[in-house]
């Protein structure tokens, strides 16, 4: 009945987002991080993929240094996939930068790839890749970064599990 679900805590699922359903709810772990113009570092990291019944997934990360819990970046944004197997993903970062990016997804792998169409509010970043992939129920991801001193570099990995 419709309007017996309204005090649940949440709406059904929208089709569009059913091909990624993999992603939802809260992932946690660490990762590490390096480029040719900074040192290497481990982090802490949680991942918050949600819904509201709309055809978006809503996205927010944090990440803190392992050894004081200090926090160290944020970001959140939505992904919209696509019936062809294509995705939107606008990702708005604590250090003022935004990503626009595309990409695909493929249910059967589990994996999404991303590739940014416009880095906004960037003095040095000019292109950013993300590659996700859930495999026996713990989610990997590569970003990688081009700058304009380098060319696109491995940046960030990590792996998290479902909490």
Known sequence: M???NAG???????????????????WKGQGEGGFPTINSFAYGEELLFSHSGKPVIAYS??????????????????????????IEVVIAQSTGLVEVQKGTYDTESKAITLQSELVGNASKVKEITRVFKEVDGELSYVVQMATMMTSLQPHLKALLKKI
């Open 61 to 86: 990360q944090k990440t803190w240094k392992l050894a004081s819990g200090e926090p160290m970046h944020a970001e959140s944004g939505y992904w919209r996939p696509k019936p062809d197997g294509s």
């Open 8 to 26: 649940s805590a949440l709406p059904p699922m929208h089709p569009a987002i059913a091909p990624l359903s993999f992603l939802l709810g809260r």
């Open 2 to 4: 419709e309007g017996e």
